[in-house]
């Protein structure tokens, strides 16, 4: 889980703040301690952390806050509002041509995600603008290289220019440009090649291509996982390159923190994107302020809306809300919520963008078997059209019934019969305002 060290860390810091009656300069000097040994451990940049802190605690020792009411909250708000303001305040969007194709040129070193987040990107914008992306494949020097984008390309179904390994890549990148504004593609995505080091030649063929392709957009991939790594490649890139904005990939992952925090106040350029995962669908767009909210343990209650939002049909939300009020919730319908919350990903990464969650012990080694899921619908599945509208007709005989069909034991199926009971309950009471049900389901 990413960020997890930092996050405990500052959460503690804040914890240690909360706990006292009053705030003295002595415990925000202790604070502000704490807070630059977390950002220094999670591998943030020196001299960023230097200039975080330095913010930080003028900000705070303001006569207006130690003296104000609830000074620790204050002091947790203005840690929250630097460290957006350190990772670039807004979300930048991707930049466009006035006439298309828009050019976006992908570099970065390899093993980083290029190819990868090239596919990502091409599937967002085909489901977000019903656009038409082109892949032009630059990569000459590894064959699988070309390959692998193939692949990508064919799984989200986007054309890829190629011309194998024996043609200039500047040369290429000209040819497939030409096809596009032929073909009348909106965007042209170009996969370069990468080095496992930053070296003089790889930089000079970039430039070159940048010369030619004149892209709108140069994203800059960088794995989050190598720390200050990523930072000293990011600078090594934009010297060369004056790159416009960054992906940060792999932030599913262990990473530590210090790549998210540090490439805005070294570069000067814009995360705007980072991937969570491998598959096409995990690629976000980066809101600071909701990656500030997540550091500091506060969840990423905008992201998860928005993920619900894509998956939830809204007219079926609102049914299903009338319906708990009602009491007439069925097995139907949490069939079809299985279903739209398996569509959102693992449980456990939804769960841990809750307030809170992140670093809740409970949910520490937790790892929520997606065959769990796969048992209760089985068992759903294995009832009449009559039982799942009706769920208080489940009699002995026919649970019996219900666990021979679907193939689990009938203490399983006593078990998600009772859940449900209580679920259809708690629903009620929720739904109608009373939220003590809610609370003693989460031990409040
Ligand atoms: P390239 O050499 O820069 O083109 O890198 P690739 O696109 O081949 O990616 C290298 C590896 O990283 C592949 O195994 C990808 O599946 C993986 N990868 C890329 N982005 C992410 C990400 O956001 N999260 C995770 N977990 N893996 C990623």
Redesign the pocket.
């Known amino acids: 889980m990413a960020f997890e060290g930092l996050t405990e860390r500052l959460q503690k810091a804040m914890e240690k703040l909360r706990r006292k009656p009053k705030v003295t300069e002595a415990d925000l000097r202790e604070t502000m301690r704490e807070i630059r040994l977390a950002l220094l451990e999670a591998d943030v940049n020196f001299s960023v952390v230097k200039d975080f802190v330095k913010k930080v605690r003028e900000k705070a020792t303001g006569a207006e806050v130690l003296k104000g009411l609830n000074p620790a909250q204050q002091i947790v708000k203005i840690v929250n509002d630097e460290l957006t303001a350190l990772m670039g305040s807004e979300a930048v969007a991707l930049n466009k041509a006035p006439h298309i194709p828009t050019v976006i040129m992908m570099v970065?070193?390899?093993?980083?995600?290029?190819?990868?987040?090239a596919g990502k990107l091409a599937y967002r914008l085909k489901n977000e603008e019903n656009a038409r992306p082109m892949f032009i494949a630059a990569d000459v020097y590894r064959p699988a290289?070309i390959t692998?984008l193939q692949q990508v390309a064919d799984s989200i179904d986007v054309p890829v220019f190629k011309k194998g390994t024996d043609v200039d890549p500047v040369e290429i990148v000209r040819e497939g440009l030409t096809q596009a504004k032929e073909n009348h593609n909106d965007y042209v995505i170009i996969?370069t090649a990468?080095r496992l080091q930053i070296d003089e030649q790889l930089m000079d063929e970039l430039v070159n291509i940048k010369k030619l392709a004149e892209p709108n957009e140069i994203l800059l991939?960088v794995d989050a996982m190598t720390g200050q790594n990523a930072v000293a490649t990011a600078q090594g890139f934009d010297e060369k390159l004056d790159v416009t904005g960054v992906v940060l990939?792999?932030?599913?992952?262990d990473t530590r923190g210090g790549a998210a925090m540090s490439i805005r106040a070294v570069t000067g350029k814009p995360i705007k994107f980072?991937?969570?995962?491998?598959k096409m669908e995990?690629l976000d767009v980066f809101h600071p302020d909701r990656m500030a909210s997540r550091i500091l343990g506060m969840g990423d209650m905008m992201t998860l809306i928005e993920k619900a939002q894509k998956n939830f049909d809204e007219e079926q939300a609102q049914e299903t809300m009338e319906k708990m009020r009602a009491n007439e919730f069925d097995y139907n319908d949490f069939l079809a919520q299985l279903d739209q919350i398996s569509n959102m990903g693992p449980l456990e990464n939804i769960l841990k963008m809750m307030p809170g969650m992140a670093n809740n012990p409970a949910l520490k080694n937790l790892n929520i078997d997606p065959k769990q899921f796969a048992h209760i619908k089985a068992i759903i599945q294995s009832m009449t059209p009559a039982e799942r509208t009706n769920p208080d007709l489940m009699n002995p005989s026919r649970r019996r019934r219900l666990a021979a069909g679907s193939g689990r034991p009938i203490v399983e199926v006593n078990r998600m019969i009772k859940q449900f009971g209580q679920m259809r309950k708690m629903m009620k009471q929720v739904t109608n305002g009373n939220f003590s049900g809610m609370q003693n389901m989460m031990g409040g």
């Open positions: 970065g070193l390899q093993g980083a995600g290029k190819t990868t987040t290289a692998q996969d990468g991939v990939t792999k932030l599913d992952g980072v991937g969570e995962g491998e995990n």
